[in-house]
């Protein structure tokens, strides 16, 4: 059964930084697309970054632009996201999530072409 585990999330003052892993088991990320995503409380699960693993081809939300950092080490089967200048916006439950066979195309709809998801993790950023 494939699995992945994202860790790594926690509560961090404003300003701060949180680097956020991705471990996949059962499932090797050999041409697939990462995604992180990110829902906040009363609000639709958004994008947030994807990186390719094949190709390393990276797309960014805007607003997270300059600020976050996706990255892959495909020996470990691990995806990261160091996220930095963290503000109280950042809140939210973050999921990995991966599309096989795919590169980091898409900018839109992307959560409807997942096929396998983490479990989440939490990230508060206090003002």
């Known amino acids: 059964e494939v699995q992945l585990q994202a860790s790594g999330g926690g509560l961090v003052q404003a300003g701060g930084s949180l680097r956020l892993s991705c471990v996949a088991s059962?499932?090797?990320?050999?041409?697939?697309?990462i995604y992180w995503f990110r829902q906040a409380p009363g609000k639709e699960r958004e994008g947030v970054s994807c990186i390719g693993s094949s190709d390393h081809r990276t797309w960014y939300r805007d607003s997270m632009k300059g600020r976050f950092t996706t990255s892959s080490d495909n020996a470990k089967n691990t995806v990261y996201l160091q996220m930095n200048s963290l503000q109280p916006e950042d809140t939210a439950v973050y999921y990995c999530?991966?599309?096989?066979?795919?590169?980091?195309?898409?900018?839109?709809?992307?959560?409807?072409?997942?096929?396998?998801w983490g479990q989440g993790t939490q990230v508060t950023v206090s003002s």
């Open positions: 059962e499932f090797t990320f050999d041409d697939s697309a």
């Open positions: 999530g991966v599309e096989g066979e795919a590169s980091c195309v898409r900018t839109v709809g992307m959560e409807y072409a997942v096929d396998y």
